[in-house]
């Protein structure tokens, strides 16, 4: 064989080689945790025995959680940093940070912007309830509204939890029909939220 044929040769197999390593060796670990960099997961167990887990999110320096999400729950950082996304039997959910313009409180923030586009975006939106409540001493606004789409109808509660830079919106939706059975679920994670820097 020519020697440049086999100089080729060997250049080819460690490409591939190297290619291998960093698609699928030791390297893939590293650039898929960058995902999930922040989140430690300790279980725990709470009075009725749901077993959670404790999300510790450190993606902002200013806005450092933590929140408990039952470990049943399919849960994914989300796009943006401070946030995720879950997905869990007949129902989804989001935890996200929100920028309130310095200008405004939370609670106007939430009903002259937040509702609104809401009203825009979610089909047959109706208001259910809003309540304003404390979450580990941090002020919160809980709404609760309906979707109306038909494919299947849906509720959701959003706890719109206020802190010292940004604040944070737990939204979490289930089918109409299985909401009740949920919504015990679905007070423990807001309830579980704390800001861990302030």
């Given amino acids: 064989m020519n020697r440049n044929v086999i100089v080729i040769l060997i250049g080819t197999v460690l490409s591939i080689v190297l290619l291998s390593l960093i698609a699928f060796g030791p390297f893939t670990r590293l650039r898929n945790q960058k995902s999930f960099n922040t989140a430690s997961l300790?279980?725990?167990?709470?009075?009725?025995?749901?077993?959670?887990?404790?999300?510790?999110n450190k993606d902002v320096k200013e806005n450092y959680y933590k929140?408990?999400?039952?470990?049943?729950?399919?849960?994914?950082?989300?796009d943006k940093p401070g946030s995720?996304?879950?997905?869990?039997p007949h129902g989804y959910g989001s935890i996200a940070l929100m920028d309130v313009p310095d200008n405004t409180t939370l609670e106007?923030?939430?009903l002259s912007q937040e509702e609104p586009r809401l009203k825009k975006a979610v089909p047959g939106y109706q208001r259910l309830n809003?309540?304003?409540?404390?979450?580990?001493?941090?002020?919160?606004?809980?709404l609760l509204f309906e979707e109306k789409s038909?494919?299947?109808?849906?509720?959701t509660m959003a706890a719109y939890i206020s802190g010292a830079d940004n604040a944070v919106v737990i939204r979490l939706t289930a089918d109409t029909t299985d909401f009740k059975s949920l919504e015990p679920s679905f007070n423990r994670v807001m309830n579980s939220f704390n800001w861990r820097n302030q």
């Avoid at 300790?42 to 510790?56: E, F, G, V």
């Avoid at 929140?67 to 989300?78: C, E, R």
């Avoid at 995720?84 to 869990?88: A, G, N, Q, R, S």
């Avoid at 038909?150 to 509720?155: F, T, W, Y």
């Fill in 42 to 56: 300790i279980r725990k167990t709470i009075p009725n025995n749901d077993s959670l887990a404790d999300y510790l």
């Fill in 67 to 78: 929140v408990m999400l039952p470990v049943k729950w399919a849960i994914k950082a989300g």
């Fill in 84 to 88: 995720y996304t879950m997905e869990f």
């Fill in 108 to 110: 106007l923030y939430i």
């Fill in 130 to 142: 809003y309540r304003k409540a404390k979450v580990n001493g941090n002020d919160a606004y809980i």
């Fill in 150 to 155: 038909g494919n299947p109808d849906s509720r």
